[in-house]
């Protein structure tokens, strides 16, 4: 099969999703009003409410949801057969994912950008939103903590280059990406020089930081080796002091760039299927992979962000709603940019399953290989792929490198941000004022990410503390799909206090529910069977939050519909 083919058919479904399905969706369930102000006028602060232009929180928002989960999903999810991986793409980013993101957008955006934590109080009591803010705060640090390490081990030294994981040639063009993204914000806001001319000067920069950084691979510090432990400090203090940054010095620039130097990628990626006349070498099924679980339910659980994300609820109603300057933007940002999620898992689905070529048998021997060098297989494939358009292999791998730490980068930043608010409504909540303060929350949601990142648990079979980076990933697939689940059962209870349609969110919920359940229970046997204590802990606290919030949601539907607090 022609990897090509595939691009064309999913990217021909996708538009065809938008055109109809989506707008359905605005019209029925979330209509959208713009003679009505967003939140981000009617609160605008300068600080986290700013209404800014639709290409800058379209960046914003697609940067903060992407991430590594669609690159690292279907570079995992891969060795189970590219078929069901794509069809759960396809299937889940029309039906489940876009309408998760614009159902959480929409709520958010018409009771006061309030997050969905706050309106399930609303329509299912206070213990509910106690609940869901406990559950997104543990779901988000334990994310966070996962592309902590990732970033950590693909910026560290290491033989072998991107075949062995290491591209410490990213760290120059990702740290000069920064800087360009505080100049572009302080000449926009402060100086209103024209964005076109200033996107096209900072991308142009951001390219010639890519060479020099092939030229200059960063790989220590005053002296000392900038080693994979070593990074993840770094990257913690990073986390910090932007997270403390009004979003429109850093956040909103970086991530605007950054979305743009995807479209490149993306672009480049599909030049080079064009002309590279790339064939998929991976096997169309392959139910039984040496080491891996069963493909029900962790396919869909493994393949998050590409699908469906919980992660994605907290930023369509934290970050994304603050900034959105009229509510009909809501149609392209919430639903549209899922959509392009799902294009982006696709194109990382076919790097590794057309783009390694000859390779793809070596690198998927098992399982426990697969999880520990699906980035580095991202890496190779799509630099491979984007080396057919002219490019020198080594720089198309760094480009391909740098994109993908900027997604990461930005979505920890977004993350730390969502854990302070969430942990400001909890102070809000239970009436705890130290809670309720910036600076304090932020250093917390930093300590709460950094926690999992340097967590290590004993080695079953040796007993040395090990981290648990690898086996971090499956834990955050299932809290992340849960949180999904548990943001669309929310939506349903919103729509159904209005009189609205709930089958298009009910039906996902379901079926996300089911599989992300069933996941847990595998994963607290199988913990339990390597005596990891300390994971079948986590497993079991997210399976009785979740379990718990089902309840409260339960009676609530059964109780009469929710009247006084929210607006339709």
Not at 205 to 230: C, D, K, R
Not at 277 to 306: D, E, R, S, Y
Not at 336 to 349: Q, V
């Amino acid at each position: 099969m022609n990897a090509l083919f595939i691009l064309v058919g999913v990217g021909v479904l996708l538009l065809l999703a938008y055109r109809w399905y989506g707008r359905w969706l605005a019209q029925r369930m979330f209509p959208l009003d713009d003679a009505e102000p967003t939140p981000a006028h009617t609160l605008r602060d300068g600080r986290d409410f700013v209404p800014a232009p639709p290409m800058v929180v379209f960046g914003h928002h697609f940067a903060s949801i992407a991430g590594l989960g669609p690159l690292l999903g279907p570079a995992i999810a891969v060795i189970w057969g590219w078929v069901p991986a794509l069809l759960w793409i396809v299937v889940g980013c029309i039906f489940v994912g876009a309408v998760h993101d614009l159902g959480c957008l929409y709520s958010s955006m018409r009771n006061r950008a309030r997050s969905v934590a706050d309106l399930a109080c609303d329509v299912a009591g206070a213990r509910a939103r106690t609940l869901f803010l406990l559950f997104g705060i543990f779901a988000i640090a334990l994310a966070m903590g996962v592309f902590v390490i990732n970033i950590a081990n693909l910026f560290a030294p290491g033989a072998g280059g991107a075949e062995g994981g290491h591209v410490p040639e990213a760290v120059l063009p990702s740290a000069a990406l920064i800087v360009l993204a505080l100049g572009v914000g302080i000449l926009f806001y402060r100086y209103r020089i024209a964005l076109a001319k200033l996107t096209v000067f900072a991308l142009m920069l951001s390219l010639v930081f890519v060479w020099l950084g092939v030229q200059y691979p960063i790989t220590n510090l005053f002296g000392a080796e900038l080693n994979a432990s070593l990074w993840i400090y770094l990257l913690l203090g990073y986390a910090l002091i932007a997270t403390l940054l009004p979003v429109w010095l850093l956040l909103q620039p970086r991530d605007y760039l950054n979305s743009f130097q995807l479209f490149l990628g993306m672009g480049l990626l599909l030049i080079g299927a064009l002309v590279g006349g790339f064939t998929l070498t991976a096997p169309a099924v392959n139910p039984n992979p040496q080491g891996a679980p069963p493909m029900f339910p962790l396919l869909f659980i493994t393949i998050a962000c590409g699908a469906v994300s919980g992660f994605h609820s907290l930023v369509a109603s934290g970050t994304t709603v603050r900034q959105l300057d009229r509510q009909s933007h809501a149609l392209p940002i919430g639903y549209g940019g899922m959509l392009l999620e799902g294009l982006l898992a696709t194109l990382a689905l076919l790097a590794v399953a057309a783009g390694l070529g000859a390779e793809w048998q070596a690198r998927y021997p098992d399982w426990l290989t697969a999880g520990k060098s699906a980035l580095a297989n991202f890496v190779h494939g799509a630099g491979a792929m984007v080396s057919k358009v002219g490019i020198p292999l080594e720089i198309a791998k760094v480009f391909v490198a740098t994109v993908a730490v900027g997604f990461a980068l930005t979505t920890l930043d977004t993350g730390a941000r969502l854990i302070r608010y969430n942990l400001q409504e909890l102070g809000r909540a239970w009436r705890i004022p130290p809670l309720e303060n910036a600076v304090l929350t932020t250093v917390l949601a930093v300590g709460l990410i950094g926690f999992f990142a340097l967590l290590k648990a004993p080695d079953p079979v040796t007993g040395e503390l090990k981290s648990v980076g690898t086996l971090l990933w499956s834990l955050f697939g299932a809290s992340n799909q849960l949180l999904a689940a548990l943001a669309l059962l929310v939506v349903s209870l919103y729509l159904r206090s209005l009189g609205r349609p709930t089958l298009p969110t009910l039906v996902p919920m379901g079926f996300m529910l089911i599989a992300t359940l069933t996941a847990l229970i595998i994963g607290m046997r199988n913990f339990a069977e390597q005596g990891n204590t300390l994971l079948l802990g986590f497993s079991a606290l997210i399976f009785a939050l979740a379990v718990w919030l089902v309840g409260e949601a339960v009676m609530a539907w059964r109780r009469e519909r929710a009247t006084a607090t929210i607006r339709p």
